[in-house]
């Protein structure tokens, strides 16, 4: 009697085989992720000590999109808005943000990076700031171009 698929519940070796493989990959994103974690905790207590990763991604947010109202960037990290405005009233406070008036919008104000903030940002992703080029230095060239094109695959939903 031979093995044939009668019963599409019963997973096939090919099946189990894949689903292996997608946990081993969810178990090295994992990893991954707490490894940035970790970094991200690092950093933004080297910003300024006791920050929590939250601020220190409004932090990092503001620095990069800077000048950007506090609408702005409420929907472009989809937070809650009084949760922010304490966030980045919070950082004003630590000499990290300025408020300057918003020439299009009297109501508002624009948020950017003070030269504290920038500095202090510099500093603390310096110890890390070449950490995936020397953790990357010893891979073939093609390697890196192939993960950043699975990368993309996987983030864009499509067929690599």
Do not use: C
């Not at 990290?96 to 500095?119: A, F, I």
């Amino acid at each position: 009697m031979s093995m044939s698929r009668t019963d599409p519940a019963t997973p096939t070796v090919a099946d189990q085989a894949r689903a292996d493989a997608v946990r081993d990959l969810e178990s090295e994103f994992s990893a991954l992720i707490n490894q940035f974690r970790r970094i991200i905790h690092e950093v933004a207590d080297r910003v300024s000590p006791g920050m929590l990763p939250g601020a220190y991604k409004v932090f990092t947010t503001i620095a990069q999109r800077a000048p950007i109202t506090q609408s702005e960037l409420s929907e472009h990290l989809l937070v809650d808005k009084g949760q922010l405005s304490r966030t980045v009233r919070e950082l004003e406070e630590l000499g990290l943000v300025q408020r300057d008036p918003d020439p299009s919008d009297r109501r508002s104000s624009l948020l950017s990076p003070t030269e504290l903030g920038r500095e202090r940002l510099r500093a603390a992703r310096k110890p890390h700031g070449d950490l995936l080029e020397r953790t990357l230095e010893g891979w073939d060239i093609d390697d890196i171009h192939s993960l950043t094109r699975l990368l993309h695959a996987l983030t864009a939903g499509t067929r690599p």
